[in-house]
């Protein structure tokens, strides 16, 4: 269980042991809440297709393996999967051969609501028959599931196993805050902000040499399992300004409402400005250069593809003349990805009356938060060099 309470403050090490998405099927769920991540990620198939038509086909009667890592416990990682595995088969169909059996690793970290994802997962398709049944089975699915968790950050599975990796919309989460961030003695400390858009020279660094750490461990990790010919498929958040202090549509999520909301915390003595200075988003949206640095700096992966792709808008309102509802769509968006943080840091109560206060805010500025909030992803196509 993460840590409850007004006096929390979470530490680094306590990062990978909480962070997740909202889980369950409520309201302010990921699972309810990332309808667009959804349309995003149908956007980009075209690009994923290219990706696994460079994938080698092993022998039948060796399993395919196909991961996803972060990935989280709506649909969407369920959705994906079937892509890629239906698109393999038609591969190894076109060529005359028999398809093999495969296998899917849905993997995020341990406090990922696996038990929802798992309740979603269709049920395997004719248990115990042939190939041909699994695939001709409609809402089955014709792969063999596992829950792997654990940070994607260090290795996950043996050497040599993996046929495909797909991550999206996850490799923009740090491992953790630097700790210069938020202590008050550096010149990074992000005193009066919870994240860095709109931060200093020193805090901007701070956080991009973590988000180059982590990758580079990502990568190290990746070269260990992936098999010779295979492939991964990565998209993150990303920025289209060389500024780092611009982190373009994820600013936008969590430094102008977001922040404001801790801001009218402090104003109206519910938290000390101290504790909002604790926390901070461990967020990082990397430029093209950011990315690239560090995949050619490892030199285990050939770019095949290295993009900004434009994404749209992180929300998805029915209404778009409805004020109420673009501030409830923004809450429930920034609550879904941030809010078991938030809750750890400083409370329930308090979290509610944030996002309370987060949603009043966008619904005064519906117009502008529809028509500026964009997000904007990197999205690359890496093969073993």
Known sequence: MAPKGDNVVVSNMKLERMLSMK?????????????????????????????LDGVQLNSPEVPFVVVDLGCSCGNNTINIVD???????????????????FSAFFSDLP?????????ILPPLANDGGSME???????????????????????????????????????????QVPECVVEKRSSAYNKGR???????????????????????GFLRSRSKEMKRGGSMFLVCLGRTSLDPTDQGGAGLLFGTHFQDAWDDLIQEGLISSEKRDNFNIPVY???????????????????????????????VVNQPDDAGE?????????????????DAHIGDHLSEELFSRVESRATNQAKEVLEQLQFFHIVASLSFA
């Open 23 to 51: 889980g369950g099927k409520g309201e302010t769920s990921y699972a309810n809440n990332s309808q667009a991540q959804a349309l995003h990620a149908k956007s980009m198939l075209h690009l994923l297709e290219e990706t």
């Open 83 to 101: 892509v890629i595995i239906k698109h393999m088969i038609k591969r190894y169909e076109a060529l005359g051969y028999e398809p093999p059996e």
């Open 111 to 119: 406090s990922n609501d696996f038990n929802t994802l798992f309740q």
């Open 133 to 175: 049944e699994c695939l001709a089975s409609d809402n089955h699915r014709s792969y063999f599931a596992a829950g792997v968790p654990g940070s994607f950050y260090r290795r996950l599975f043996p050497s040599n196993s993996i046929d495909v990796f797909y991550s999206a919309f996850s490799l923009h989460w740090l491992s």
């Open 194 to 216: 919870v994240f860095i858009h709109g931060a200093n020279e020193s805090t901007a660094k701070a956080y991009k040499k973590q988000f180059q750490t982590d990758l580079a």
């Open 285 to 315: 949206a990397p430029s093209l250069q950011d990315f690239k640095e560090v995949v050619e700096a490892d030199g285990s992966f050939a770019i095949n593809k290295l993009e900004v792709f434009k994404g749209g808008s992180p929300l």
């Open 326 to 342: 673009i501030g409830r769509a923004l809450a429930n968006s920034c609550r879904s990805v941030a809010g078991v943080l938030v």
